[in-house]
């Protein structure tokens, strides 16, 4: 399973990015899907999660409220979009598969994609 993600960038805080994750190989509707961050000197953050159907997603705390995760099976594609963005959401995002149930640990991802990076400027 490889994964692609793609939309990150720089945006002035308050604006709004969407961030993609294409996905090959496998079956894509057996995966949940997850999004991490992780900023410079910072440990790895979970951001959003989406199970198989897209019916059950989890958010972390930063997210929750302001970023919003979604699917389409059909694009074997998973979605990121990122509202009211601050500064402290400038990190390099990631997107993560893994068969199950969507969980917050990145731990139990087993297929990650490279990272995009978003920069938040004040």
């Known amino acids: 399973v490889q994964l692609q993600a793609s939309g990150g960038g720089l945006v002035q805080a308050g604006g709004s990015l969407r961030l993609s994750c294409a996905v090959a190989?496998?079956?894509?509707?057996?995966?949940?899907l997850g999004w991490f961050r992780q900023a410079p000197g910072k440990e790895r953050e979970f951001v959003a999660a989406?199970?198989?159907?897209?019916?059950?997603?989890v958010y972390g705390d930063s997210a929750r409220g302001r970023f919003s995760i979604s699917r389409v099976n059909y694009r074997t594609t998973v979605y990121l979009q990122m509202n009211s963005l601050k500064p402290e959401d400038t990190a390099d995002y990631y997107c993560?598969?893994?068969?199950?149930?969507?969980?917050?640990?990145?731990?139990?991802?087993?297929?990650w994609g490279q990272g995009t990076q978003v920069t938040v400027s004040s």
């Open positions: 993560a598969a893994r068969k199950g149930p969507p969980r917050d640990s990145g731990d139990l991802y087993k297929y």
């Open positions: 190989g496998g079956t894509f509707n057996h995966y949940a």
């Open positions: 989406i199970n198989w159907s897209g019916g059950s997603t």
